[in-house]
């Protein structure tokens, strides 16, 4: 009832045209199924088909690619950021290693955009801002503070654009400045550095790094600065000089030692091969540092620094007489008398006959200098002080005479070629022996980096197909027991089994192709006919050609005869 209800509903529901199609489709999916073939492969059709529903299953759970979003935050802006996220319906997910987001490579963009327009991430204030958010009456501790947070967030910044650093902090240790204080402690500095993943600083940008921050800060001294990396070990030397002046003479060292031993290859070589030989040189070097100052005086050789002449005169005429009062009286008057030039002496008050009243008085003071000579010398640092050397050559076959020609020769361009000096000690071994073979290597074939990938893709549907086959394959042969028998029987007589189209083979296969036996082998094969009616049919077979039938029970059988006998 209901069924009629329900097909008469549909009748008027859907188009006659419609109902024949769908009719149609239905009978030959039905005559599609009933086929003995397509019954045997049903099984293996299930399976491949679960295989490949297995498959795209996975294709569509596994995780997409992921990108992180500006590595090395804080946790507060990582929440802020996950809430962003979340509005913005865009998934992200925590790494659980490092606690960064990470978004889908197809939403990196958008996620980028979304926080954008949010201001996020909002990263480290300069020191401007800091500096204009100075309150009005603060005081001289708290803008002390301020100004050495505004330095700290500046140089964090400056050191955060060299490329193989993500992140940057700069801790500062000023100490107070003060007119009461007799003893005050030097500026220091320590930076902690976040390096990017893979990369790291050598020696130079270590110092540069160092040498940014004690110039940026008075009276700092590069040995107070110390660098550390984000796990926690130490980039700068600490502020240990000497250990600082040791690593730099051993890299001058290697570097000598080097250019000796490469002028001495570049030499060598174009004559025996730069595979047959093998040099090694060692340079000692002084590095101690000599300053004299050498004074020395010449006393054959003098020179007039300066030379002072004086002379001093006196006209009055000297006391004479004899004592009393008449000589106490005073000198008559002078008479003025005409004189030549001529007849007075060259000297004034001093009479041509040599007797004059005046007295004359004469000086003279010479300076003599010595000759000196001042010298300062300073020995050169990393001075040569002996240099070995030793070469060994593949020997070769040839007259040993010849043999030790060659080696002299080659010895003395050698000698040339680094300038051994034998009066400083410098040494020159060369040898020639047999070198031994070099040991067999084998290079591995370079694996594409797609190639992982895909086995371990390839090993999931292999595992999944070996499931299938071991689990469901079982199930599907019990599921189909008829269309395993058809195609037992259909082979064993020799027969197309093909329902109502293998009558007429069946018939031909007979001899005969009657209606009866075109009826009868219907009867055997079709799918309507009942176990009863096949098998009548199958007596009416063998009564009336035993002989074919006893053919058909001797194939049937004869895989366990061969197995009995």
């Not at 299930?46 to 759970?61: N, S």
């Not at 250019?259 to 030499?267: D, G, K, S």
């Not at 003395?412 to 022996?433: F, H, K, M, N």
């Not at 269309?483 to 064993?492: D, K, R, V």
């Amino acid at each position: 009832m209901m069924n009629s209800l329900t097909a008469s509903a549909l009748g008027r529901a859907v188009p006659p045209g419609m109902l024949a199609l769908l009719a149609r489709t239905r009978r030959g999916t039905d005559s599609l199924l009933s086929q003995p073939a397509i019954r045997r492969a049903l099984p293996s059709i299930l399976i491949l088909g679960l295989a490949l529903a297995g498959v795209l299953g996975w294709f569509a759970l596994r995780a997409a690619p992921a990108s992180v979003l500006y590595p090395g935050l804080p946790e507060a802006e990582r929440a802020q950021m996950l809430t962003v996220l979340q509005a913005a319906a865009i998934p992200a997910t925590l790494s659980p290693d490092t606690g960064d987001i990470r978004v889908a490579t197809a939403d990196y963009h958008r996620a980028r955009m979304a926080l954008a327009a949010e201001g996020l991430p909002a990263g480290l204030p300069d020191g401007n801002a800091l500096l204009s958010d100075l309150p009005m009456g603060a005081s001289h501790a708290v803008e002390g503070a301020r100004l050495r947070q505004a330095l700290e967030l500046d140089l964090a910044r400056t050191i955060g654009d060299i490329g193989a650093v993500s992140a940057a902090r700069v801790h500062l240790a000023l100490p107070e400045r003060s007119a009461f204080l007799r003893d005050s402690h030097p500026p220091a500095a320590s930076v902690l550095l976040t390096l990017a993943p893979g990369r790291v600083l050598d020696s130079g940008q270590i110092a540069a790094i160092v040498h940014l921050v004690a110039s940026s800060v008075p009276g700092m001294a590069g040995e107070a600065v110390t660098v550390v990396d984000q796990r926690g070990r130490m980039l700068s030397d600490g502020g240990d000089a000497a250990s600082a002046i040791n690593d730099r003479q051993l890299a001058h060292r290697v570097a000598v030692e080097d250019l000796l031993r490469q002028r001495i290859e570049a030499v060598l070589a174009p004559v025996v091969g730069v595979d047959n030989l093998s040099v090694q040189v060692t340079a000692a070097l002084d590095f101690s540092q000599h300053e004299v100052t050498e004074e020395r005086m010449d006393p054959s050789g003098t020179a007039l620094r300066s030379e002072t002449l004086s002379e001093s005169r006196n006209a009055d005429p000297p006391a004479g007489g004899i004592p009393g009062a008449v000589s106490n009286n005073p000198p008559p008057a002078a008479t003025l008398t005409e004189q030549s030039p001529a007849a007075a002496g060259d000297t004034p008050g001093v009479a041509a006959d040599g007797s004059g009243a005046g007295t004359v008085q004469s000086a003279s003071t010479r300076n003599f200098e010595v000759s000196r000579t001042v010298a300062s010398t300073r020995a050169e640092v990393g001075r040569l002080t002996r240099i070995s050397a030793a070469i060994v050559l593949r020997a070769a076959e040839g007259d040993p005479a010849a043999q030790e020609a060659r080696l002299s020769d080659l010895r003395r361009l050698a000698e040339q070629a680094v300038g051994l000096d034998p009066a400083r000690g410098d040494s020159l071994t060369i040898v020639s022996q047999p070198f031994a073979p070099p040991p067999a290597t084998v290079d591995a074939p370079r694996t594409p980096g797609w190639l992982p990938g895909l086995l371990r893709q390839l090993a999931v549907i292999a595992a999944i197909v070996v499931t299938a086959i071991a689990v469901l394959r079982p199930l599907a042969q019990r599921l189909a027991p008829a269309a395993n028998q058809a195609a037992t029987t259909a082979p064993a007589l020799g027969l197309d089994a093909g329902g109502a189209d293998g009558a007429g083979d069946l018939g031909g296969s007979l001899g005969g192709g009657s209606a009866r036996q075109r009826l009868l082998a219907a009867s055997v094969l079709g799918s309507l006919a009942d176990r009863d009616a096949k098998r009548e049919a199958l007596r009416r077979l063998a009564a009336e050609d035993p002989q074919r039938i006893a053919i058909v029970l001797h194939r049937m059988i004869h895989a366990e005869i061969d197995q009995v006998q």
